[in-house]
């Protein structure tokens, strides 16, 4: 939750190759005051069954930075492994072309800032949503 003092992150995933949220995606949240600053870890989550991850942690006062890495490697792996399981058609992919994708963009305190990420195997766009 955003303060006058703070700004508070939410994101969410969904897999667009199959129109469904991206499930069990780690993200790490890293944050910085300003932009020589260097990056603080402060920990990351995991995405639910709807994509969400709704357990980030808070930003400390002073954040104008904020980097979230998803860690796309490991759900790519685990899909193409169900799909091989199910006797699906073969997607033409060794893995996953973005192991990770990591997206850093400006706040200002008082602001919530929710940044979904649409991912497919060989794309992703994100934007502010609300």
């Keep these: 939750m955003s303060t006058d003092t703070t700004a508070?992150?939410?994101?969410?995933?969904?897999?667009?190759?199959?129109?469904?949220?991206?499930?069990a995606v780690a993200i790490t949240l890293a944050a910085r005051s300003g932009?020589?600053?260097?990056?603080?870890?402060?920990?990351?989550?995991?995405?639910d069954a709807d994509g969400r991850c709704k357990d980030l942690p808070a930003l400390p006062e002073g954040t104008t930075h904020v980097r979230l890495d998803f860690e796309t490697e490991a759900y790519f792996a685990a899909k193409k492994?169900?799909?091989?399981?199910?006797?699906?058609?073969?997607?033409r992919d060794s893995?996953?072309?973005?192991?990770?994708?990591?997206?850093?963009?400006?706040?200002?305190?008082g602001e919530h800032y929710h940044v979904?990420?649409?991912?497919?195997?060989f794309g992703y766009s994100v934007y502010r949503g609300s």
């Design 95 to 109: 893995g996953a072309f973005f192991p990770e994708v990591a997206i850093t963009f400006a706040v200002v305190p």
């Design 81 to 91: 492994q169900a799909e091989a399981q199910q006797d699906a058609p073969r997607v």
């Design 116 to 121: 979904p990420l649409l991912l497919n195997p």
């Design 35 to 47: 932009s020589g600053a260097p990056w603080a870890t402060l920990g990351g989550s995991t995405t």
């Design 8 to 23: 508070s992150v939410s994101t969410h995933i969904l897999d667009t190759s199959i129109g469904r949220p991206a499930a």
